[in-house]
C-alpha cells in the first residue's frame, strides 16, 4: 500500500517532465535516481540523464519512447502529470518514499540477520552506515550565502569548550588549542621512538580532565599496558613492574595506591587482536561522554574486506577511521609506522611521504605528527634523565606547522616540555 501510494507521486513527477522537458533540469537535481521505485520511471530518468551528461536540451517524450520506453507507461505518467506548482510538493512525496523503502529494507536485514545468528556488533555496523549512506544522499543540495555564514556559527557552537588538550603545550599551541572534534590525527615515528607512550599520555591527561577515552590497542595487551601507565605514575620502569619479583614493600604501595587512582579515571581499553574500523566504532558507542579515540595502531586494523594491494587496504582504512571521526565526533588519534627512507638520509629526520603503505594517511589526516630519536642513530640528545626527540608537526589544516623538542624519560615514559635543551 505504501508503494502504491507513494507511486502515484513518482508518475506525476515523471509526467510533469514528460509534459513540459524544461522540468528535467529541477528532477535532475533534486532526486537520486534510487529515491525512484518503478523501472520504467529509472528508464525515463537515466535517458534524461545522459541527455544532460552529453550537453543536450531535455529530452521530450517522443525522444524518451524512441530510446526503447514504454508508450503506453509515458502516456499513464502524463494522464496524471503534476502541475508546476505542486512539483516541489511531490518530489518531496518521492524522497519521503524512498527513506522509507529504505529502512524497511534496513528493518528487513537486521530481522533475517538476527534469526541467521549475525554477530550483533556487525548488524549494528551495517545498519549505521546504510543510514549514513541514506543521509548523505539527501544531504547533497546547494548551500546558499546565507546557509554558509549559518555554519560557520554552527561550527563555533559545536567546539565550543569541547576542543581536546593533549596535556603537551608545544603539541596544543600548534594545533591551535588542542585537537579539534571530527578531527582525524596521526602520530606516526620508527619503532622505538615513543608513539604508544605519548599516545597513553596524551589519553591519560584527557581522562583525568574527566574526558572518556576508548584506546585500542593492537599490538600489546592491557596488562602492558597497565604496566606503561603505573610507570608514569610511580616511576618505577614498566619491566620491572611486570617482571621484577623482587618490588620492595614501599614500591608495592606506590603501585597500589596508582592502580587505585588510575582505576577511577574514564579510560577504556581494548586489547583484541584483529579489531576492524567497525568494530572500534561499536565500541566507541558504548563510551559514554567519550571525549576520544586512539588506535594503535594504523597498520594492524583488519580491513573490513580483502583487496588488490596492500596500499588500497591502508587506503580505505585510512577513510574510514575519517569517518569514524566525524560520526562521533570526538578526535581520533591513530597511531602509524614510518618507512625506511628516512633512515637513509643523512640527519635521519622523517617527512610525510615517510607514511607507510598508502599516501591517503596525509591527505586523509587534519594533522600529522612525527617524531624522531636522534640517539638511536648515535646522535648526543640527552640530558641527565631525559631523550631528548625531536618532534614536528608536519601537517596541520587548521593551524600552522612547526618543530620542537620534548623530553622523553625512557624509565618512566613520560614526556616532558623542553625549551633550549631545558625542562619548561
Not at 584527557?206 to 577515552?213: L, N, P, S, T
Not at 640527552?382 to 631528548?388: H, I, N, S
Not at 623538542?405 to 625542562?423: A, C, D, M, S, W
Request: glycine share 8%.
Amino acid at each position: 500500500m505504501l508503494n502504491d501510494n507513494f507511486l502515484t507521486a513518482e508518475n506525476a513527477v515523471i509526467g510533469a517532465c514528460l509534459v513540459d522537458p524544461a522540468l528535467w533540469r529541477v528532477v535532475l537535481d533534486k532526486l537520486h535516481r534510487d529515491d525512484l521505485y518503478s523501472d520504467f520511471n529509472r528508464e525515463a530518468y537515466d535517458i534524461a540523464r545522459r541527455f544532460d551528461l552529453d550537453g543536450k536540451e531535455p529530452p521530450n517524450a517522443v525522444e524518451i519512447a524512441d530510446a526503447g520506453v514504454d508508450r503506453t507507461a509515458l502516456f499513464g505518467c502524463m494522464e496524471v502529470a503534476c502541475a508546476e506548482r505542486d512539483l516541489d510538493r511531490s518530489i518531496e512525496l518521492v524522497k519521503k518514499a524512498a527513506r522509507r523503502r529504505e529502512l524497511a529494507t534496513i528493518g528487513k536485514l537486521l530481522e533475517d540477520g538476527a534469526l541467521n545468528g549475525d554477530e550483533p556488533e556487525t548488524l549494528i555496523a551495517e545498519t549505521e552506515k546504510r543510514i549514513a549512506a541514506l543521509d548523505e544522499r539527501d544531504s547533497g543540495q546547494l548551500l546558499t550565502g546565507l546557509d554558509i555564514a549559518s555554519a560557520f556559527y554552527d561550527f563555533r557552537d559545536q567546539i565550543s569548550g569541547k576542543i581536546v588538550k593533549t596535556g603537551l603545550q608545544s603539541i596544543d599551541d600548534t594545533l591551535g588549542g588542542g585537537m579539534l572534534p571530527s578531527g582525524f590525527y596521526i602520530l606516526a615515528a620508527r619503532p622505538g621512538c615513543g608513539k604508544t607512550a605519548l599516545a597513553l599520555q596524551i589519553a591519560g591527561n584527557v581522562a583525568e580532565h574527566g574526558g572518556a577515552v576508548l584506546f585500542v590497542s593492537l599490538e600489546m595487551d592491557v596488562s602492558q599496558l597497565q604496566a606503561r601507565r603505573l610507570s608514569s605514575r610511580t616511576g618505577i620502569s614498566a619491566t620491572r613492574l611486570l617482571l621484577d619479583e623482587n618490588l620492595s614493600a614501599e614500591e608495592w604501595q606506590r603501585v597500589q595506591a596508582a592502580n587505585v587512582g588510575l582505576s577511577r579515571l574514564p579510560l577504556y581499553a581494548n586489547g583484541k587482536e584483529g579489531c576492524s574500523v567497525l568494530d572500534v566504532r561499536s565500541m566507541a558507542r558504548k563510551v559514554k561522554g567519550l571525549s576520544l579515540v586512539v588506535v594503535d595502531y594504523l597498520g594492524l586494523l583488519r580491513p573490513e574486506r580483502s583487496r588488490s594491494s596492500r596500499y588500497e587496504e591502508i587506503t580505505a582504512i585510512s577513510n574510514s577511521l575519517k569517518t569514524l571521526a566525524r560520526s562521533l565526533k570526538v578526535p581520533v588519534l591513530c597511531l602509524a609506522q614510518l618507512n625506511r627512507a628516512s633512515e637513509q638520509r643523512a640527519d635521519k629526520t622523517p617527512g610525510l611521504a615517510d607514511l607507510r603503505d598508502s599516501g591517503a594517511i596525509e591527505q586523509d589526516a587534519d594533522a600529522v605528527l612525527l617524531m624522531h630519536r636522534p640517539d638511536m642513530y648515535g646522535k648526543e640528545s640527552e640530558r641527565g634523565d631525559l631523550v631528548f626527540v625531536s618532534t614536528q608537526i608536519a601537517k596541520n589544516r587548521h593551524a600552522g606547522t612547526a618543530a620542537f623538542e620534548l623530553g622523553f624519560n625512557l624509565q618512566t615514559g613520560r614526556f616532558i616540555p623542553v625549551k633550549g635543551g631545558y625542562q619548561e
